[in-house]
């Protein structure tokens, strides 16, 4: 590779010795425009005046040597190299200039040398700014994710503040309407009347529900919130929530079996994971379809987790419906869905579990029935 004009300050003290440099290296092919000085001063001097390729430099000069040299091109340009090009040098005094920094040396007896030597050390140069330049570039890409996410999480909260307000604000009118709308039904005797007091009590209902639930998200998702974890028998809290829905399962004419292993225990808050377990399960009720079906919770532990299963014989869902089931709001088909659907219930579930430091995932096929799965930490004595 033939490298333009470069520029070579040479420290050496022989007019002659000069010249035969520059022929060496020209003969290399390299175009360079070369600065001969003899002393410290003039060194000091003409380092600032350009900026330099690569320094040559005599070993010993009558009042000035190499290493000071290059003690000073260290202290103010750390990035130029330097070769030294010398009559002679000893073994110990060679690896002593390498050991400083020193790029590399070359006999004058041989200078047939200087001019690889020369391209060499530019190279490296070349190659250590690019490396230099690529880490600059990395740290600042990496500062300005830093901030983006930095940014991401604030407006997170700011959401999470404005849900919880707005939850606030529409407490007091609800409890208003939920008071006078049974009131107005009561004192009237007009079928149309009583019909529109339903429709009112039912809409002022779901959006009753939206609000706790939607209060409860902010909960979630505060900092702050505690859990009371202990030590829970898992299968009992998935007994307790089926006994406590029995009506419903008559009702929907849904089997449910409870096949969680006794002898399992799991790290966490017990109203909380009722909840998770009440929510997996109504979601299992509601979307089983009209006739009937099965519902089947099952755990199974693994060294310090338990995952925990709840598979139905429902409607289902598509692999891209499953994509966004956990995030707020969302409905997989809003066909589906009446005045009982807010799409929060999931993304409850995510956030208890998270908390609990485990995952929450789906698995489902249309027609077929889905699986909700998530993990707790174990605290199960695993037999050897
Ligand atoms: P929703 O109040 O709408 O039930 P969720 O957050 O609980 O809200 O659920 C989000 C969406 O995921 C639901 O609207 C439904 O389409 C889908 N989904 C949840 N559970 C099941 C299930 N067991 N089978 C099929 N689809 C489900």
Partial sequence: MEIKSIKILFLEDSQDDYELNIIS??????????????????????LDKEAWDIILADYNLPNFNALEAYALLKERYPDIPMII???????????????????NYVLKGNLARLGSAVKQALNKRHLEEARKNYEKELEKT???????????????????????????????PLSVLMTILPMVKEDSDKPEVIDDCDMAIRNVNYIKNLVIETLKIAELSSPYV??????????????NVIKDNHLVFTKENIKIENIIDEKIIVEADQLRLSELFNNLISNAVKYSGNNGGKITIDAHNNKDTVTISITDTGIG???????????????????????????????????????????????????KGSTFYFTLPSKTHIEE
Wanted: aromatic share 6%; glycine share 8%; proline share 0%.
């Fill in 226 to 239: 505690e859990f009371d974890i202990k030590n829970t028998t898992l299968v009992e809290i998935a007994d």
């Fill in 142 to 172: 990496y500062e300005e994710l830093k901030q983006r996410a930095d940014d991401i999480k604030e407006l997170l909260r700011q959401k999470d503040e404005f849900i919880g307000q707005l939850g606030h604000d529409l407490k007091t």
């Fill in 25 to 46: 290296l020209k003969k290399s092919g390299l175009n360079l425009q070369g600065v001969r000085v003899e002393t410290k001063e003039e060194f000091i001097e003409h």
């Fill in 85 to 103: 090009v010398t009559g002679v040098l000893t073994e110990d005094a060679a690896i002593a200039c390498i050991e400083q920094g020193i790029t």
């Fill in 317 to 367: 869902l598509t692999k891209e419906k499953i994509e966004h089931i956990f995030d707020e709001f969302y409905k997989a088909d809003d066909s589906r869905h009446n005045l009982e659907s807010s799409g929060l219930g999931l993304s409850i579930c995510k956030r208890i579990v998270e908390k609990h430091g485990g995952k929450i995932w789906a698995e489902g096929e249309v027609d």
